[in-house]
Nanobody
Framework: EVQLVESGGGLVQAGGSLRLACAAS????????LGWFREAPGKGREGVAC????????YYTDSVKGRFTISSDNAKNTVYLQMNSLKPEDTAVYYC????????????????????WGRGTQVTVSS
């Protein structure tokens, strides 16, 4: 089973930046995508971004395109989410996830098959 540990959340003003990190372990030779979801109070969990470890293929939800960048360091088994130009509506708990579907997306929809979740890290953007 893949284990995931997030770090890097916090409080930032609108327009600011944060970088989240997710350290992963336990792949056992299997190929996964590593991605980020977020869950705001009163809302469902939303897929934000994903990167396939094997070929670097990426997915972004429309609301973060041009502002967020996902990257991975396979040597460190760590995935990062650089978040720029943050908005109050980005406030949420951000969860790292291991995707057996390797970030497969079609017509703007991410067809994820989540094998593991991290515990989450809070991101709060003040106006």
């Amino acid at each position: 089973e893949v284990q995931l540990v997030e770090s890097g959340g916090g409080l930032v003003q609108a327009g600011g930046s944060l970088r989240l990190a997710c350290a992963a372990s336990g792949f056992n030779g299997d190929d996964y995508g590593l991605g980020w979801f977020r869950e705001a109070p009163g809302k469902g969990r939303e897929g934000v971004a994903c990167i396939a470890r094997s070929d670097g293929n990426t997915y972004y939800t429309d609301s973060v395109k041009g502002r967020f960048t996902i990257s991975s360091d396979n040597a460190k088994n760590t995935v990062y989410l650089q978040m720029n130009s943050l908005k109050p509506e980005d406030t949420a708990v951000y969860y790292c996830a291991a995707d057996r579907g390797r970030c497969y997306a079609n017509s703007g929809r991410w067809y994820h098959v989540i094998a593991s979740w991290g515990r989450g890290t809070q991101v709060t953007v003040s106006s």
